[in-house]
């Protein structure tokens, strides 16, 4: 099964000139959701993590099924004022203007080690910044995993020095 043929792909979406990558094919079907969860899975068997993180919104979708599979922990990285309980934050920069990501700060302990999820690596600023507010908690970031890498972008230049592993090249 070519879990590629499960990515719609968009374009001018949510603005000009952006190809959106729309995972909601594979998630309607059954085949390929479990597939793309059991590959993912597959590759981080033998690591070692405490908890995974999500980062919002499309990491809510992957992150707690792969948690789920690993009877771990689930952490939800949002976007800025979403999280009720005393948090941390980190920003970054977008093409226009900034991002603004926030955790919990009992989300994790000094020595945790995490596994960062999210759908899709593009320039690699998003989980940049959820690997800070990891970091800022101490926590360790033992890999950063996605659904999909748009390698054209490079997002990985911004991830070095970390474990980054993807399911699918575009
Ligand atoms: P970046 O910070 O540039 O690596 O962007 C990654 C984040 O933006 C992820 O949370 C993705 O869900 C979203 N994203 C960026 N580019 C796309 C795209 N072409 N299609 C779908 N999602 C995207």
Do not use: W
């Not at 729309?22 to 993912?40: E, G, H, K, S, V």
């Not at 908890?51 to 919104?57: D, P, Q, T």
């Not at 499309?58 to 990285?77: E, N, Q, S």
Request: with cysteine.
């Amino acid at each position: 099964m070519n879990l590629s043929d499960y990515i719609r792909e968009i374009p001018d979406f949510p603005k000009e000139g952006i190809l959106f990558k729309d995972i909601t094919p594979l998630l309607q079907d059954t085949t390929a959701f479990r597939q793309a969860i059991d590959r993912m899975a597959e590759h981080y068997q033998e690591r070692e993590f405490d908890y995974i993180a999500g980062i919002e919104a499309r990491g809510f979708l992957l992150g707690p099924t792969l948690a789920y599979k690993f009877d771990k922990g689930f952490i939800p990285i949002r976007k800025p004022g979403k999280l009720p309980a005393d948090k941390i934050s980190a920003s970054y920069e977008l093409e226009y203007g900034t991002n603004t990501l926030e955790m919990h700060r009992d989300a994790c302990k000094p020595g945790d080690k995490v596994l960062l999820v999210d759908d899709l690596l593009a320039t690699g600023g998003t989980a940049r910044a959820a690997v800070e507010l990891i970091e800022g908690l101490k926590g360790e970031v033992t890999g950063i995993g996605f659904l999909i890498e748009l390698v054209d972008l490079n997002g990985r230049a911004d991830l070095e020095g970390y474990d980054v592993y993807s399911l699918l090249e575009e």
